[in-house]
């Protein structure tokens, strides 16, 4: 009605308000592409028109930040739900939540077990919290994503490449072999005909040669795969044999050369139990050809009084951990060192970091006292004790690793004209370390919402066709998130059976209770309310196949590993995945980076950026080992983490040309890992080139219906996401500006762990407790680091864009505020 009194009544025509134009010439896809949007707009008007409502007409799958229940399971919002947001909005009715038929319809990857749908779950865990479900958050995957700042670096066509000679490979077998090294011919026999090994890396070379020569300390440093195990070992072994065939000539007391109680001679000590339990292996392998040579080890984890009965026996080679042989050292009398030669520090920028100086220094200082008060000196036995740090990276704590430890060391490389290149290229590159040269490396700039769906679709395309990748790493900042993720792989679609042969389950230690399957949901110790699952039926998954990864045509076995899960569990983890001779991918933090020796690793990837760039070096180096290939990608967001791309080119030897490190982005690994090749035909139309959009929105969406329909599942998302964000906070001060927690968009962010909620109403009861990386003086509050610096890029108040960046600032604060709440415990990398 006109305000002047005058009545206007006409009728709506059928065709609509207004005209729809019609397409003509062009191609075929352009044409609907604008008859579509034409279309949207059409009936967008046509409802303003007519006050209905325009969303119940046509599909809405760009809606962002749609504030509403809960989503139907295709991407069209019914009349109810519209209904019901109208409501929400302040409406007067009491707000309803729109129904949820928990029924999987679009994804043909990925359909969840439980018949428990999302509202249920989400009543059960309003239930268990006492108050209503926070509200829920359901954004488009696709908008409002920060843009990518990077391009390719340098686009060679891949026929074109030069192939790149691996830097990590064994020596030319016409060239070098172990005997022109000093090796005995029984030793290197055995080397080549029960190890399987030719000929010497180039380390193996250097340092073999020098130990051999000398009896001066020596700090070997060489890249991740180069053999380093060998280089140290190989001398002592062949010195060993040497002293036992002079004992025989001299015919020394009883007319027999070295036996086990002859006494201790060498002791190599590793940071961790799984480490130790590999050198000790391939010692025991070397040993096989010099049986009179016993070796053994202390590494805790079993009782100390079956080590002590082993010691009793006598050993002439000893595998340890610092702690443990520290507290031998103390209280077990029948070891005796006065005889130890040779002392290994293996790993030394990780026995630093896991804070082992003080046991290092208290052994170095017994081994030392006892040596001098040795009177009975066995013939042949050198008069000086050799000790030898290995690392593939060089870091301060080495040096001082190395003040405790070596005095006057001959610093051992593959390469000699490393330090040369060094003193050209400057301080910088003053003693860096390097990948191996033939690893192939990529990042991949992926927005946080599409993290999720972009790593399932990454792996999906990495193990699609049988034998392309047989193992996989996949790198997480924490214990909790690398849990939420194998529990979300490892979901089986509806009415599956649960067990199967592949899953290897344990009980619980008394520290660790929590379990992990689809039918047992994640439940952890509450520190605060000590809601407890302690029932002890309760089991652990470690490994099981992963349907969503797993492809037609073969089983992808996923596995988990992480410092929180009981060491036997970790220990068979290990073993079980090193066996697995199928297709396998296993999610771990940093606890798999270090030294572990797994065959037929061809891929690597860094879902988390590691805190540290020499823990970048360590983490790929679990691939493309003693000259074999592999591939590397790391996840990467757009802005400031693009800035790290300068890390991965100060990762190759041949520095800043960037060759070899290839660029990917979000949508691209979608259409690789989710749209099938070629065009296809779904419910008899044609796929458009945006499918993977489609398919990419209905995963997202089954995960979130995943986590919603299990208060345990919410729980393990909402924990995996907050222990990710105070890791986030943790990166080494050097690489703050790349990985800065300020530019993160914990909204966004949110959705990659498939949680539907605000970041600040977040409720985790009872995080997990451990040990954080860093320790408390390096972390400021709340897990913010201590220097957190301001953005430079917000403007002070009253200066011009002040209003947005009073906003800015506020988002700011309350991101502060959520991670200060959040940060009550510290965060478990383990
Ligand atoms: N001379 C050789 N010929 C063939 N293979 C070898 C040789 N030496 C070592 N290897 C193999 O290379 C792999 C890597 O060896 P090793 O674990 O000692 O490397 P590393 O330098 O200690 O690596 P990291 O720094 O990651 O600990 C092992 O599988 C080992 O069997």
Redesign the pocket.
């Known amino acids: 009605m006109a305000d002047d009194g005058m009545l206007l009544n006409f009728s709506i025509p059928e065709a609509g308000l207004i005209e729809k134009v019609k397409f003509k010439g062009g191609k075929w896809k352009d044409r609907q592409t604008a008859k579509k949007s034409a279309e949207k707009w059409h009936n967008k008007a046509t409802a303003r028109l007519t006050g209905e409502n325009p969303v119940s007409k046509k599909s809405t799958t760009n809606a962002n930040h749609t504030e509403i229940g809960e989503r139907k399971t295709t991407r069209q919002i019914s009349p109810e739900t519209w209904e019901a947001a109208k409501e929400h909005r302040g409406g007067e009715r009491e707000t309803k939540r729109a129904r949820v038929d928990g029924e999987f319809k679009s994804s043909a990857d990925f359909r969840p077990s439980s018949t428990v749908n999302a509202t249920e779950g989400v009543k059960r865990t309003e239930e268990r919290h006492g108050g209503p479900p926070p509200k829920q958050i359901i954004s488009s995957l696709f908008t409002y994503n920060p843009t990518s700042i990077t391009k390719e670096l340098v686009k060679t066509d891949p026929k074109n490449e030069t192939p790149v000679e691996p830097s990590n490979a064994?020596l030319d077998p016409k060239l070098e072999t172990f005997t022109s090294l000093g090796i005995s011919p029984a030793l290197a026999s055995h080397l080549l005909n029960k190890m399987d090994?030719?000929?010497?890396?180039a380390i193996?070379k250097a340092a073999v040669t020098q130990l051999l020569k000398e009896d001066s300390d020596a700090f070997i440093q060489?890249e991740?795969?180069?053999?380093?195990?060998?280089a140290y070992l190989l001398p002592i072994v062949q010195r060993l044999m040497e002293l036992s065939a002079n004992m025989k000539k001299r015919k020394a007391e009883d007319g027999s050369g070295v036996h086990r109680d002859s006494g201790l001679f060498a002791i190599i000590l590793a940071p961790t139990r799984e480490l130790s339990k590999q050198i000790a292996t391939v010692l025991d392998n070397i040993l096989r050809c010099a049986h009179w040579l016993v070796a053994g080890t202390v590494i805790g984890g079993e009782k100390k009084k079956s080590e002590k009965a082993r010691l009793r026996k006598g050993m002439n080679i000893l595998v340890a951990t610092p702690g443990r042989l520290a507290d031998h050292l103390q209280h077990t009398e029948a070891l005796d060192v006065s005889n130890v030669r040779w002392l290994v520090l293996d790993?030394g920028d990780r026995l630093m970091e896991l804070g082992f100086e003080e046991e290092i220094q208290r052994i170095v200082g017994n081994l030392n006292l006892r040596m001098r008060a040795t009177k009975n000196k066995i013939p042949g036995l050198p008069e000086k004790r050799t000790t030898v740090l290995c690392s593939?990276t060089m870091k301060l704590d080495v040096e001082r690793l190395g003040e405790i430890s070596l005095k006057d060391a001959v610093h051992i490389r593959a390469d000699p004209a490393d330090k040369d290149r060094d003193a050209v290229n400057g301080e910088d590159r003053d003693q860096a370390s390097f990948a191996p040269a033939q690893l192939k490396q990529t990042y991949a700039v992926v927005a946080p919402k599409l993290r999720l769906v972009s790593l399932v679709g990454f792996l999906k395309q990495a193990f699609r066709r049988k034998g392309s990748v047989m193992k996989a790493i996949v790198f997480i900042s924490c214990a909790d998130s690398v849990d939420f993720h194998f529990d979300l792989v490892t979901s089986r679609p509806e009415g599956e059976e649960v067990t199967s042969p592949k899953t290897e389950t344990a009980e619980p230690e008394k520290k660790l209770e929590e379990t992990s399957s689809e039918t047992k949901p994640l439940e952890k110790k509450s520190k605060n309310s000590k809601v407890i699952q302690s029932d002890p039926t309760k089991l652990v998954v470690t490994h099981t196949e992963s349907p969503i990864l797993s492809p037609p045509t073969h089983t992808v076995t996923a596995y988990r590993l992480h410092g929180s899960l009981p060491q036997s569990l970790r220990t068979s983890t290990l073993a079980h995945f090193a066996k697995n001779k199928e297709a396998s991918v296993l999610f771990a933090t940093d606890v798999a980076s270090r030294?572990l020796?797994l065959?037929n690793v061809d891929l690597v990837v860094e879902f988390d950026p590691a805190f540290a760039r020499d823990d970048h070096l360590?983490r790929i180096?679990r691939t493309a080992?003693?000259g074999r290939d592999g591939r590397a990608c790391i996840f990467l967001m757009p802005g400031c983490e693009e800035g790290y791309v300068e890390i991965l080119k100060n990762d190759r030897k041949d520095g800043e040309s960037g060759v070899n490190i290839g660029r990917q982005d979000a949508d691209e690994i979608l259409k690789k890992g989710l749209q099938p090749a070629g065009q296809a035909i779904i419910n008899g139309k044609k796929e458009y080139k945006t499918a993977y959009m489609d398919r990419a929105t209905d995963l997202q969406l089954d995960f979130e219906r995943w986590v919603l329909a299990s208060p345990a599942r919410l729980e393990s998302a909402r924990r995996a996401y907050q222990s990710h964000v105070r890791a986030y906070a943790t990166h080494v001060a050097a690489e703050r500006g790349y990985f800065d927690i300020k530019q993160l968009h914990l909204g966004h962010l949110a959705k990659a762990f498939a949680l539907r909620e605000r970041p600040s109403g977040m409720k985790v009861p009872g995080l997990r407790t451990g040990a954080g990386r860093e320790s408390k003086s390096t972390r400021g509050k709340g897990g913010m680091p201590k220097d957190g610096h301001v953005n430079p890029n917000i403007p002070e108040e009253g200066a011009p864009g002040a209003d947005e960046a009073a906003k800015m600032r506020k988002a700011v604060r309350s991101k502060e505020k959520f991670l200060r709440s959040a940060a009550a415990d510290e965060f478990n990398l383990g």
Do not use: F, N, Y
């Not at 991740?224 to 060998?230: E, H, R, V």
């Open positions: 064994p090994m030719k000929a010497p890396t193996q060489a991740t795969g180069s053999g380093k195990t060998l790993e593939a030294g020796d065959p360590h180096g080992r003693a």
